[in-house]
């Protein structure tokens, strides 16, 4: 059974950090890019940040560009995201995914497996 599953959200306050992890079982994905979404109450789900199979090609939503870095280690099948800076409109649930392709992509259409997701909040 293929399962991702994130790690590392909670309460921080604005302008804290978080890391969240996603590790996957049952297959490898060291082939596919990876993503995070995230979705706040009431809203859709929204792109965050993508990596490629190898993780030298990254791609970020422009919101958190500059504040998120995205990272994997193939050798542990996990992927990273790493978040700094937070501000409140940075509250939702985060989730991981894993893409049927090797290049980094955008649309959650590209992606097979979804995790369960974590909530990460964040206080003014």
């Known amino acids: 059974q293929v399962r991702l599953v994130e790690s590392g959200g909670g309460l921080v306050q604005a302008g804290g950090s978080l890391r969240l992890s996603c590790a996957a079982s049952g297959r490898t994905f060291s082939s596919n890019a990876m993503g995070w979404f995230r979705q706040a109450p009431g809203k859709e789900r929204l792109f965050v940040a993508t990596?490629?199979?190898?993780?030298?090609?990254?791609y970020y939503a422009d919101s958190v560009k500059g504040r998120f870095t995205i990272s994997r280690d193939n050798a542990k099948n996990t992927v990273y995201l790493q978040m700094n800076s937070l501000k409140p409109e940075d509250t939702a649930v985060y989730y991981c995914?894993?893409?049927?392709?090797?290049?980094?992509?955008?649309?959650?259409?590209?992606?097979?497996?979804w995790g369960q997701g974590t909530q990460v909040t964040v206080s003014s």
């Open positions: 990596i490629d199979w190898s993780g030298s090609s990254t």
């Open positions: 995914a894993a893409a049927r392709t090797r290049l980094i992509a955008r649309e959650s259409s590209w992606y097979d497996y």
